[in-house]
């Protein structure tokens, strides 16, 4: 089983989150690409079995605008029986706007017909020590999740 993780990030918090889940999906010995949304083709997510965003909201409420590519063409593919998360940093002080770019996200991956593996994560500012452990929870899901959809797959044959 592999993963997939792309992060956007401005500050270096949400490549921190993109590490600690690709630690955490080490862990389970699932085979881990970590890149940069600048650098990704979203097409590269068809490859994966788990497929992870990690973005920043930018100002009031705006998309990283070196992930604009990405996220048009992420909900634009078919990723019908991949399993998807997505976690993110943002800022309280930006109120309703507060990682708005992770739900956005996680409607593109619906419009890829890909599946949530759990619930959206959205951490206030950098990673604590109570973050890791919801991230570690997060990651869990997700590969109990694609682990289900391969069964699924096994015994359909």
């Known amino acids: 089983m592999n993963a997939h993780v792309v992060y956007a990030t401005i500050t270096g918090n949400n490549e921190d989150i993109a590490d ?3 630690d955490q999906l080490k ?3 699932i085979e881990v ?8 083709d979203a097409a590269e997510l068809q490859d994966a079995d788990i497929c992870v965003v990690c973005p920043y909201t930018y100002d009031e409420g ?5 992930g604009m ?10 990723l019908t029986g991949k399993i998807y998360g997505v ?5 309280v002080f930006y109120g309703d706007d507060f990682n708005k770019a992770v739900d956005e996200y996680s409607e593109a991956f619906k ?3 890909a599946t949530q593996g759990t619930e959206n994560v959205k951490i206030d500012l950098e990673p604590i020590e109570d973050d890791v452990e919801t991230l570690a929870k ?12 391969a069964n699924v797959v096994l015994n359909a044959f």
């Open 20 to 22: 600690i889940i690709s």
């Open 27 to 29: 862990k389970h010995d």
């Open 33 to 40: 690409i970590e890149t940069e949304i600048s650098q990704t």
């Open 62 to 66: 705006s998309l990283p605008e070196e």
């Open 69 to 78: 590519d990405f996220y048009d063409d992420l909900q634009n593919l078919d």
């Open 87 to 91: 976690a993110g940093s943002g800022d």
């Open 111 to 113: 419009s890829a017909q």
């Open 138 to 149: 997060f990651t869990d899901a997700l590969v109990s999740a694609a682990k289900k959809i």
